[in-house]
């Protein structure tokens, strides 16, 4: 199994896993005299099961990423580095929104708000950082995809 298809069916544990959460909850409690929807017993050994593989599989997909390198560095490092792009590149929007928000005046005597920043500068820094991790998130999927899995 590729590391790609490793991470795909992990999303999907995790999803199933919210899913019968939502399902238990649904039927933990019934009136007097009536019977749950679903079988609570059958619900949790699905459950179960979903956990123990979502257990191996993230186990087996940290193997892996400390494992393979590329250029130097761990797939672990890779995806940290992509972890603190997004972060950085989040935060650099956010104040780039607030720079760019100029209050209009409707008469010369309110006051004046300008950018504290060159907007048009950090806004080119921060596409120079989104295509670092375009290209980052690239070389993880291919990465991704020609990996095959550590098995425990």
């Not at 599989?57 to 940290?80: D, F, K, M």
């Not at 580095?81 to 929007?93: A, E």
Request: include cysteine.
């Amino acid at each position: 199994m590729k590391l790609a298809e490793a991470l795909q069916e992990r999303a999907d544990l995790n999803r199933q896993i919210q899913q019968l959460r939502s399902r238990l909850l649904s039927n933990a409690v019934v009136q007097e005299g009536e019977a749950p929807a679903e079988d609570p017993a059958q619900l949790t050994a699905e459950l179960e099961s979903c956990l123990g593989r979502l257990e191996y599989l993230t186990a087996a997909v940290n193997l892996t990423n400390c494992a393979v390198c590329q250029g130097g560095r761990s797939l672990t490092e890779l995806i940290a580095q992509k972890d603190f792009l997004k972060l950085k590149i989040g935060v650099y929007r956010d104040f780039l929104s607030e720079a760019s928000r100029l209050a209009h005046r409707a008469s010369r005597t309110e006051i004046k708000i300008f950018s504290a920043v060159d907007v048009r500068a950090l806004q080119k820094q921060v596409d120079g950082f989104s295509k670092e991790l375009r290209l980052l998130d690239n070389r993880i999927q291919q990465l991704n995809w020609n990996t095959e899995l550590k098995e425990q």
